[in-house]
T-cell receptor, first 113, second 116 residues
Framework: DGGITQSPKYLFRKEGQNVTLSCEQN?????MYWYRQDPGQGLRLIYY???????QKGDIAEGYSVSREKKESFPLTVTSAQKNPTAFYLC????????????FGSGTQLSVL | AQSVAQPEDQVNVAEGNPLTVKCTYS??????LFWYVQYPNRGLQFLLK??????LVKGSYGFEAEFNKSQTSFHLKKPSALVSDSALYFC??????????????FGQGTTLQVKP
């Protein structure tokens, strides 16, 4: 069953703690993305990776870090530097190309304790 | 600046009636436009896209969208709404600052409520 798997579905962060959100895809897509969703604000791009071992900052990268060691995996770490991390985080992937649609995971809701 | 606007936070329509969810955009160069739908606590699902060609684009679940270059709009439409269409709808445009990538700029979303 092909798709994008995000885990966990819910995550709680204590102050000063780093947490990592998992994103795995078996669609053989080159590009992967992390978006943050806040109510009434739509989706904003955090990081983007077009190929293994390469990634670029999006519009709101401060306080976040990523890695792309494997084509299938694109984990996102929310660091203690991100002062307002409560949001719904969405991972997506797409084939290479500018007019390709994105395929989204089911999301992770991150909350601060 | 490149942007997408969805002027309505919520659209209410009765089941069986036609629906329209509005979207306007501002982008340099040719616009690549998309509509996605999101059900509660889920990821986004692709509905349709406009790249080039006919201004009327047909997509999933009976939805269609009309591209209007002069009005810089890409409104989502459906002739007869279903209760199951109730969801959050996002319009998006490719960010042309990132050429040859799928990076999108999203609107803030419109909640569609279809009442029986």
């Amino acid at each position: 069953d092909g798709g994008i798997t995000q885990s966990p579905k819910y995550l709680f962060r204590k102050e000063g703690q780093n947490v990592t959100l998992s994103c795995e895809q078996n669609l053989n897509h080159d590009a992967m993305y992390w978006y943050r969703q806040d109510p009434g604000q739509g989706l904003r791009l955090i990081y983007y990776s077009q190929i293994v071992n390469d990634f670029q900052k999006g519009d709101i990268a401060e306080g976040y870090s990523v890695s792309r060691e494997k084509k299938e995996s694109f984990p996102l770490t929310v660091t203690s530097a991100q002062k307002n991390p409560t949001a719904f985080y969405l991972c997506a992937s797409s084939p290479e190309g500018a007019n390709e649609k994105l395929f989204f995971g089911s999301g992770t809701q991150l909350s601060v304790l | 600046a490149q942007s997408v606007a969805q002027p309505e936070d919520q659209v209410n329509v009765a089941e069986g009636n036609p629906l329209t969810v509005k979207c306007t955009y501002s982008v340099s160069g040719n616009p690549y436009l998309f509509w996605y739908v999101q059900y509660p606590n889920r990821g986004l699902q692709f509905l349709l896209k406009y790249i080039t060609g006919d201004n009327l684009v047909k997509g999933s679940y009976g939805f269609e969208a009309e591209f209007n270059k002069s009005q810089t709009s890409f409104h989502l439409k459906k002739p007869s709404a279903l209760v199951s269409d109730s969801a959050l709808y996002f319009c998006a445009v490719r960010d042309n600052r990132w050429s040859n990538t799928g990076k999108l700029i999203f609107g803030q979303g419109t909640t569609l409520q279809v009442k029986p």
